[in-house]
C-alpha cells in the first residue's frame, strides 16, 4: 500500500498518493488506443496515482479527471468514470468506496453525478470539497481531519490501482478523447473514422503527430485545436494531411507553442520534450522519426526544434 502525503498549492493542501504500477503501451493497432496512452504517460504515467491538494476535491484516473471544476464548484467528471467502472469493472474496491460514500449519504447516479441518496439531488461542489479535503481544500497537517482526506484519498487510490480496473479507465480516457473538439478532429481525420482507425491505414508519422496533438490537447484543448486548424488550412487534402510533412509541421506548431510550459527549449522539462521522451521509450514508433541524422529526412520530433518552420513541414 502506497503513501499518502500532504503537498502545499498555493493557499491549498491535501493529500497526494502515487502509484507504482506504470501504464502499459497498447497492443491493438488502434489509433486511438496508442494516443489515450501517450496522453495518459502526461498526465498519470503511474496506475492509481490519486491528488487532493490543487481545490478540485478529488482527482484521479488516465487524464486526472476531477471531482469538482473550482471555476464553477460545479462537479467534474472523475464521477463520470467511477459510473463507467461500475459498469465495465465491478470490483471489491468499487464496493468499498461504494459503501464509504453510502456512509454520508451519497451516490453516484446513473448520469455519473454524486447525488443525496434520500433527495436525489446533487451534492454541491463545496459539501465535496469539504467532506474530502477539509476544510474547504485546506488539509490541516495532523488531527481528524488529516486522516479524513487521507482515507478518501486512500480508497480512491485502491479502486484506480485495482488492475480489473486498468481497461475500463482506458476506455473512458478514449470515450473523452473522443468528445473533445470532435467536429473540427473528424474533418482532420477524413474520410476516416478517428475511433476505428488503424495504424497500417496512416502513417506513422502522422500516428505520431496526431497522438503528441491528443496529448496536447487534455492539458488545453483550445492551444492545441488551433495548431490543427493551421495544419488543416495548409494541407486541405486528406492524404497529404496524414502524411509525414503535415506531420512534422504539426509537431512544430505545438512544439512552439507558447502556452504554460509546451514550448520546446534546450533546458527540456517542457511539454514537447517530455511527450518526445515518452513517445520514444514506448516503442511504438521508430527511432528514425526522432533522430536528426536517420536517413531519408524521416526525422519529424527531433531533440530541439528550430525556431523558424522548417523545410520539411512545406506542403
Known sequence: MNTASRVTYKEWAGIIIKGTLPVSPPTSDLHVDRAAYVATTMES???????????????????????????????????????????????????????????????????????NITTGALVPGTDIRNEFTPDNGVVPTEGPKRVQAEAWAMAFHLLLAAPATARGQQEFAIEYLLKGQQDTERNYYAPLELLTVKTAQISLAADLALCTYHAHSVNAPGPAVTCLKQVHAAFPNGSDRLGSKAAAYLIWLLGRNTYGAWQDDKDGGNRYDNTRINAMRSGLWPQALFVTAAPNNQCIMPVDLPITRPANTLP
Not at 459510473?83 to 456512509?103: D, F, I, Q, V
Open 45 to 115: 504515467p503511474k496506475a492509481g496515482t490519486v491528488q487532493s491538494y490543487d481545490r478540485c476535491a478529488m482527482s484521479g484516473g488516465p487524464f486526472h479527471f476531477t471531482a469538482i471544476q473550482p471555476s464553477t464548484m460545479t462537479q467534474g467528471s472523475l464521477f463520470q468514470l467511477l459510473r463507467h467502472l461500475e459498469l465495465s469493472s465491478p470490483c471489491p474496491e468499487l464496493t468499498a468506496l461504494w459503501n464509504k460514500l453510502k456512509g454520508k449519504n451519497w451516490f453516484v447516479a446513473r448520469d455519473g453525478t454524486l447525488r
